[in-house]
């Protein structure tokens, strides 16, 4: 069975076919989704999303550039939130420098969310962007205090890959793996254990080869898998087995087999 710890079915793409989308991904062998919030009205969506459908899950939480702050009440609404059954973590947060913008205040944010997280003691799903010395020197001290934090779209390289690991994270592949010109990934997969290891979408965004540049859904999750089978030497029954195992322990998943 496969599994995507990352998607935003809340996106515009899917706005009225989510039921086709669900369907589309039971039928391609995928029985685990967790829909990702980057804002209140996304990470809400994500709850209706999740008490609709069974094996959807769903994480609430503030974007670094999605322009919500963490003021006392937004973080207030973040709590509401991750008090629902189907909550597993505090995400998307994280640090993303690619655009500019103020730095200290993303890492104002996403501190208190890291903090929101160990005190509701959930994990984290992080979005790191052009911010590596900054996120290895956050994670450093802060795995610690979390139960668990996945790096998504992991895109920082074999160094970073190999303190990350001793830090305890978690790193999430997606599409970008597919790409041709994604040499990156050998050396990380040398340095990034299999019990480390999840698969996700970032759907509807980084479709995998074939579908490259397209709509991006969890049924495609099989391409994703199927490419770190190769990497790893193993079947794809064998590891995505492990990224389920992975995914569950994770985001402390309970009720799927
Ligand atoms: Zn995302």
């Known amino acids: 069975m496969f599994s995507d710890t990352h998607a935003h079915l809340t996106d515009e793409a899917f706005r009225g076919r989510i039921d086709e989308v669900v369907s589309s991904f039971r039928a391609a062998g ?14 809400e969506e994500s709850a209706y999303i999740a008490q609709k459908h ?11 550039t999605d322009g919500e702050p963490a003021t006392e009440a937004n973080l207030s609404a973040v709590r509401r939130l991750a008090a629902m059954p189907k909550c597993v973590g505090i ?4 640090l993303d420098y690619h655009y500019g913008g103020d730095r200290e ?11 929101l997280a160990e005190e509701l003691k ?21 795995m610690k205090r979390l139960p668990a934090a996945v790096l998504h779209c992991y895109s920082m390289g074999a160094e970073a890959a190999k303190l990350f690991v001793r ?20 050396e990380v997969a040398k340095v990034v254990p299999k019990d480390r290891l999840l698969t996700e979408t970032d759907c509807p965004y980084m479709a ?14 099989p391409l994703v898998t199927e490419k770190l089978a190769g990497l790893y030497g193993t079947t794809v029954e064998e590891i995505s087995e492990i990224l389920l195992s ?3 322990k994770v985001f402390n998943i309970r009720d799927i087999k």
């Open 54 to 64: 069974p094996e959807i899950y769903f994480t609430a939480g503030l974007h670094p």
């Open 208 to 221: 995998p080869v074939p579908f490259r540049g397209e709509v991006n859904e969890p049924k495609y999750i």
């Open 246 to 248: 992975n995914a569950k």
């Open 30 to 43: 995928v029985g685990l989704v967790i829909n990702i919030g980057y804002d209140l009205k996304s990470s």
């Open 105 to 115: 205040e993303q890492k104002k944010n996403f501190l208190a969310q890291l903090s």
């Open 167 to 186: 830090y305890g994270c978690h790193f999430a592949f997606g599409g970008a793996i597919t790409f041709k010109n994604n040499r990156q990934i050998y």
């Open 122 to 142: 959930l994990p984290v799903s992080v979005h790191a962007r052009d911010c590596t010395a900054d996120m290895l020197e956050i994670m450093k001290g802060w």
């Open 91 to 94: 995400g998307e947060i994280g």
